[in-house]
């Protein structure tokens, strides 16, 4: 019989997940990670910590509680603040799969005798011949393969994602029926491991502000910025120009950053040219199978809310690749990670360095 240790977050979409691990016969038990020691308050992990006790008590599996914050804060947190420092945008739950619940709790389950590991990701794998695949989740809504674009095929091989199949309506349902205090709990959307939280201020414990000018596209001065950091590519909210600046009747919206300069540039409209762009270059590239896929047409996503987008790639060298997309794509940011898919099948990503046309 299998040995599988479930992640458990104290939400409903991991406590689903492993009752459908016991209910399929494996021999389990939950491991509930703490991987962030200041601001209880914003984290709730003694509230999760609760919630993912009681679960493990009506499933009748034992829990074990870990802290992983050193290796949260050296593997995800410094990168995430030294992106912002470069007036980047990234993305910390991706590197948060990665290096955390793919590797230092998949490292520690295996010294722990399991067989694999299981989380509650809306993701499927499938076997393709003698490879694994990653595929979308059922739930178009809850499809979480973006984040896991940087799995690889061993990472695939000791993993089980038993909800990938489910939608999130049947997930909380099935939750109530179980009687899971967590059926209605509301889905995380903080920063991974650390929680929902005013991130400006956030920002500012970590990286000093350096205020500079607003710019149109032309150069003149529309306003002041608070720091490059706290903006990104398509940014509408928070920017702070008064009246007497261009249309009135059109919401001003980011277009660049200068890093040198220290300046924002912004233009009117979101129909705005600057807005759009066609091809972009990245690097930092992982495919899910080892290899480049044999079809260069695939499509993309820039974002992980952002639509899949027809594109073309070729490589540049080998650790950068050109993107051309069939269409323009709205507020492409560096830092992000664009992800690539052939229909249902997540093939990899990359990590955006720029963009053109």
């Given at each position: 019989?299998?040995h599988?240790?479930i992640g458990?977050?104290?939400?409903?979409?991991?406590a689903?997940?492993?009752?459908?691990?016991v209910?399929?016969?494996?021999s389990?038990?939950?491991?509930?990670?703490?991987?962030?020691?200041?601001?209880?308050h914003?984290?709730?992990s003694e509230?999760?910590?609760?919630?993912?006790?009681?679960?493990?008590?009506?499933l009748g599996?034992?829990?074990?509680?870990?802290?992983?914050?050193?290796?949260y804060w050296?593997?995800?947190?410094?990168?995430?603040?030294?992106?912002?420092?470069?007036?980047?945008?990234p993305?910390?739950?991706?590197l948060?799969?990665?290096?955390?619940?793919f590797?230092?709790?998949?490292?520690?389950?295996k010294?722990?005798?399991?067989?694999?590991?299981?989380?509650g990701?809306y993701?499927?794998?499938?076997?393709?011949?003698?490879?694994?695949?990653?595929?979308?989740?059922?739930?178009q809504?809850?499809?979480?393969?973006?984040?896991?674009?940087?799995?690889?095929?061993?990472?695939?091989?000791?993993a089980?994602?038993p909800?990938?199949?489910s939608?999130?309506?049947?997930?909380?349902?099935?939750?109530?029926?179980?009687?899971?205090?967590?059926?209605?709990?509301?889905?995380?959307?903080g920063?991974c491991?650390?929680?929902?939280r005013h991130?400006k201020?956030?920002?500012?414990?970590?990286?000093?502000?350096q205020?500079?000018?607003?710019?149109?596209?032309?150069?003149?001065?529309?306003?002041?910025?608070e720091?490059l950091?706290?903006?990104?590519?398509?940014?509408?909210?928070?920017?702070?120009?008064?009246g007497?600046?261009g249309?009135?009747?059109k919401?001003?919206?980011?277009?660049?950053?200068?890093?040198e300069?220290n300046t924002?540039?912004?233009g009117?409209g979101?129909?705005?040219?600057g807005?759009?762009?066609?091809?972009?270059s990245?690097?930092?590239?992982?495919?899910?199978?080892g290899?480049?896929?044999?079809?260069?047409?695939?499509?993309a996503?820039i974002?992980?809310?952002?639509?899949?987008?027809?594109?073309?790639?070729?490589?540049?060298?080998?650790?950068?690749?050109?993107v051309?997309f069939?269409?323009?794509?709205f507020a492409?940011?560096?830092?992000?990670?664009?992800?690539?898919?052939?229909?249902?099948?997540?093939l990899?990503?990359?990590i955006?360095?720029?963009?053109?046309?």
């Amino acid at each position: 019989m299998e040995h599988v240790i479930i992640g458990l977050s104290g939400g409903v979409d991991s406590a689903v997940a492993a009752a459908q691990i016991v209910q399929q016969g494996y021999s389990a038990e939950g491991l509930f990670m703490k991987n962030w020691e200041e601001d209880s308050h914003y984290c709730t992990s003694e509230e999760d910590y609760k919630d993912a006790l009681q679960i493990c008590e009506l499933l009748g599996i034992p829990l074990r509680s870990v802290n992983f914050s050193k290796e949260y804060w050296d593997k995800v947190f410094k990168h995430f603040l030294n992106e912002y420092k470069l007036g980047r945008t990234p993305n910390p739950d991706i590197l948060c799969n990665t290096e955390i619940k793919f590797k230092t709790f998949l490292d520690y389950a295996k010294e722990m005798g399991a067989d694999k590991i299981a989380t509650g990701h809306y993701a499927r794998i499938l076997r393709d011949n003698k490879s694994l695949r990653l595929a979308r989740g059922i739930d178009q809504n809850k499809d979480q393969s973006y984040f896991l674009y940087r799995l690889n095929q061993k990472q695939l091989s000791q993993a089980v994602f038993p909800i990938g199949d489910s939608d999130k309506m049947t997930v909380r349902q099935k939750a109530k029926e179980l009687g899971f205090h967590n059926h209605c709990k509301k889905d995380s959307t903080g920063i991974c491991f650390i929680g929902e939280r005013h991130f400006k201020e956030f920002l500012q414990r970590y990286l000093p502000a350096q205020p500079g000018d607003i710019i149109n596209e032309e150069g003149k001065h529309v306003g002041q910025h608070e720091g490059l950091m706290y903006y990104t590519m398509g940014q509408r909210q928070g920017l702070g120009i008064g009246g007497g600046h261009g249309t009135l009747e059109k919401p001003w919206y980011v277009l660049d950053k200068n890093i040198e300069k220290n300046t924002l540039i912004v233009g009117q409209g979101n129909d705005h040219p600057g807005l759009y762009h066609r091809s972009l270059s990245c690097s930092h590239i992982h495919w899910i199978s080892g290899k480049i896929p044999e079809s260069k047409l695939l499509s993309a996503k820039i974002r992980y809310r952002a639509q899949d987008a027809p594109c073309k790639i070729k490589m540049t060298s080998e650790q950068s690749i050109s993107v051309v997309f069939e269409e323009p794509q709205f507020a492409i940011a560096p830092g992000q990670s664009i992800v690539f898919y052939g229909q249902d099948i997540c093939l990899g990503g990359a990590i955006i360095d720029s963009r053109w046309n």
